[in-house]
């Protein structure tokens, strides 16, 4: 499936932020693109299975590590794109802590000032 803009209900934020993406058969690492309180965009080597339930531990600069539960919605290959990962995939957050929440929806609302 293939990303569609126009379906965004939530701001974003753009990051270049690593990320460890952990499924039950693998483990890989990856960069965010961009992030929302409900999702994110990420470049990898590796796509997860869109079928499986992602554990993602994303590192802020400067900060504890985000831990969200996420099932993946979309995939592109990202070939034809600046960066030096093949794959770039969507996510939907199903799980993130309130306190995580809060911090992304002040990336967002900093950004876009």
Not at 2 to 18: H, I, L
Not at 24 to 42: R, Y
Not at 51 to 65: G, V, W
Request: charged fraction near 20%; hydrophobic fraction near 40%; proline fraction near 6%.
């Amino acid at each position: 499936m293939v990303p569609n803009q126009d379906r965004r209900q939530f701001a974003r934020a753009e990051a270049k932020w690593s990320v460890t993406i952990i499924s039950p058969d693998s483990q890989t690492l990856g960069e965010i693109k961009s992030i929302s309180q409900v999702g994110a965009s990420i470049y990898c080597h590796k796509l997860p299975s869109t079928a499986q339930e992602l554990r993602l531990e994303i590192q802020p600069p400067n900060r504890q590590p985000i831990i969200v539960l996420a099932k993946p919605i979309w995939s592109v290959d990202a070939d034809a794109t600046e960066s030096s990962y093949r794959f770039m995939f969507g996510v939907q957050f199903e799980y993130i802590s309130e306190v995580d929440l809060q911090f992304l929806g002040d990336i967002v609302v900093k950004q876009s000032h």
